[in-house]
């Protein structure tokens, strides 16, 4: 038999039966939803001063019955009626009993959803604050670095070992294939238009050169911010959550020399190195192409490249690398340290500090050509 | 109130606000841990006692008031004071927070690496010492990932003895112990307060832990939001306000049997 509410007026009582199987499974396969029923019976209020509740027809039951009699019984205690439950059998008075004995909290706590106007204020209202933040945490950074360079700030060389040896070592294979593989697409697609012209000699100089002043920075940046500045925000983040950067605080040691520092002097160490390596790769894909492909002979690829080749170009190149190790480190720490104490948060600030760490090397980039293009180097 | 605390007073709080944001969790709180006491700071749950803690030991700053070391004003120290002091307080933290990518013996020695000239070799054994302390030798060379929680829990304590602190904060030392080892923590806990003169402030609700150990205590009030007693529980037991004794009796024979 499928669960139904009869509902009655006697005087003005209000007499809710009900019968049938209330099981669950009974429940979801009814032809008519037991929300349905207590609608019907919630309109049937109006103008009863008390509500009685039979269930002696009731073949078998689960929370399904007493869920739909707490939602009437909660609407009739609101309009100040009188609930008389005494006639339910088994166990059901008293659970009825015990939910309906504490009232539900008035002063709501959950907030309904904010519109589109109250994010876009919300949102806006919250830059001086984030402001406010990135500035001190560059502060202290920059701080934590000067005690460091006048040698009051002890950072472990342990913790310095660790980074150069994560974001450094471990991070060669990934380097080595990514930017030989860009180097062979440059080659690629640079000889496509100087064919036309008779003049793929100059693949060379082309593949040599733009790897070295900045595809090889950009490159190793965008690998590095994905490996590195992810696990950076992942580590302290997860370490937040796990109140281990209180217990560094709760020991007088600070959390930015000790956790901040040797990650941002890592990478501005790293960053550079790795991406001399990173030219040289690239530098190996072009000549394959070039060699194997073009049919330019070794000697003359090597000539060329070097012909056009000039140090300065490295030094673009290195200053490059340097501001992205900063921006990497900076990224994916300061999310890190600011991370909630949740899972997601932990996930939200990884995303974060890639995110802002890839777009911080697009910016850094096009500043740097720009003010090179007006020095004119 | 602002007038400074005797010389006998370890951590002094005077009309201190806690607060998260915009919203008051306590307000008013004032009262002297004296040195040597134990003092505990009880009230149901979600009435502000953890939050309180992160006050005093000098976590976040509170929302108004004074918190004194000895006769030190800590918020208005400047930071290299702060630090001292912080160096002078040990803080077990409720789940232990041990530094997850160091053993046992690192976590306990990275204090003192930070802050001592003493070899790798004397640091070691410190470290050896301080875990032997808590019933923890043998696992100087474990992972925190690799041992239990209440094991978590007493490494926790070893590294808050690290610095050898005159005052050392437990949060929730007992939750989540079996009660033989919580009451063994408790009588650890006393140890060590007669061994080495150590203030201990606790935070907790475990009826058993506050009469077996406390000899000075503050009650807070979810409701009211401030302070509703404060004193020996044994006493408060006995002349103190209605919800206070309701705290203090109604749990009895529920947690860990023990007869206060």
């Known amino acids: 038999m499928p669960p139904a509410f009869d509902i009655q007026k006697q005087q003005n009582a209000l007499i809710v039966r009900a019968s049938g199987s209330w099981s669950r499974q009974a429940v979801s396969a009814a032809p008519s939803a037991p929300e349905s029923m207590t609608t019907t019976a919630l309109s049937a209020l109006n103008g009863a001063t008390a509500v009685r509740f039979f269930a002696a027809d009731v073949t078998e039951w689960d929370s399904s019955l007493l869920a739909a009699f707490y939602a009437i019984a909660q609407e009739a205690r609101a309009r100040g009626l009188v609930v008389d439950a005494s006639a339910l059998p088994g166990g059901m008075a008293p659970m009825l009993d015990m939910a309906l004995a504490v009232p539900p909290r008035d002063n709501g706590v959950r907030k309904r959803e904010p519109g589109f106007l109250e994010t876009v204020g919300e949102k806006t209202l919250a830059w001086p604050g984030i ?22 700030a002890s950072c472990s060389s342990r913790d310095l070992w660790n980074v150069f040896r994560e974001c450094g070592v ?31 000699i100059y693949v060379a100089s082309l593949v040599g050169v733009s790897m070295v002043r900045v595809m090889g920075p950009v490159l190793t940046g965008i690998v590095l911010s994905g490996r590195t500045g992810a696990s950076f925000a992942a580590v302290i983040g997860s370490m937040q959550v796990n109140e281990e950067v209180d217990a560094l605080t709760g020991f007088g040691i600070s959390p930015t020399d000790f956790l901040v520092l040797p990650r941002v002097l890592g990478l501005a160490v790293m960053t550079p190195l790795l991406t001399l390596y990173a030219d040289v790769a690239g530098i190996a894909g072009g000549f394959l192409v070039g060699v194997l492909m073009l049919d330019i002979s070794p000697a003359a690829y090597v000539n060329n490249s070097l012909q056009f080749m000039t140090l300065s170009y490295v030094w673009i190149g290195l200053l490059h690398a340097l501001v992205f190790g900063f921006i990497i480190a900076l990224c994916g720490c300061y999310q890190g340290m600011r991370c909630g104490r949740n899972a997601s948060a932990v996930g939200r600030a990884t995303t974060a500090a890639v995110v802002n760490s890839i777009v911080g090397i697009i910016v850094a980039t096009s500043v740097i050509t720009i003010i090179l293009t007006v020095l004119d180097l | 109130m602002n007038r400074v605390p005797d010389k006998d007073a370890a951590v002094t709080a005077s009309d201190v606000t806690v607060a998260y944001g915009p919203r008051v969790v306590q307000q008013g709180l004032s009262f002297t841990v004296r040195k040597g006491d134990i003092f505990i700071i009880m009230g149901g749950s979600g009435c502000g006692k953890s939050s309180l803690l992160r006050v005093l030991m000098g976590l976040t ?50 204090p003192l690496e930070y802050y001592t000239d003493l070899s790798p070799r004397d640091i070691r054994e410190l470290a050896s010492f301080k875990l032997s302390l808590v019933g923890l030798a043998g696992f100087e060379d474990f992972y925190p990932s690799e041992i239990s929680g209440g094991m978590k829990k007493r490494a926790g304590l070893a590294r808050a003895l690290a610095l050898d602190p005159d005052v050392v904060y437990f949060d929730e030392p007992s939750a989540g112990l079996d009660p033989v080892s919580a009451a063994r923590l408790d009588e650890l806990i006393l140890q060590l307060r007669d061994t080495l003169g150590m203030t201990v402030v606790v935070v907790t609700h475990e009826l058993a832990s506050i009469f077996a150990i406390a000899n000075n205590s503050v009650f807070l009030d979810a409701k009211t939001k401030t302070m509703t007693a404060s004193g020996d529980p044994h006493e408060l037991l006995r002349h103190g306000p209605d919800e206070v004794v309701e705290f203090l009796t109604r749990g009895k024979g529920r947690d860990r049997g023990g007869n206060p």
Not at chain 1, 140 to 147: F, G, N
Not at chain 2, 68 to 90: H, K, L, N, V
């Open chain 1, 131 to 152: 402001t406010r933040n990135v500035v001190e945490f560059l502060g202290e950074v920059t701080l934590s670095v000067a005690r460091f360079f006048s040698g009051k």
């Open chain 1, 170 to 200: 471990d991070a060669l294979p990934i380097v080595t294939l990514t930017s030989l593989l860009l180097g062979l697409i440059l080659a690629f697609v640079s000889s496509m238009q100087l064919k036309l012209f008779g003049a793929e």
């Open chain 2, 61 to 110: 700053p509170p929302a108004k008031g004074s918190v004194y070391y000895g006769q030190t004003d800590f918020w208005g120290a400047p930071s290299a004071e702060r630090e001292a002091i912080m160096r002078r307080t040990g803080v077990m933290f409720q789940s232990g927070a041990l530094w997850t990518s160091r053993t046992l013996a690192e976590n306990v020695a990275l």
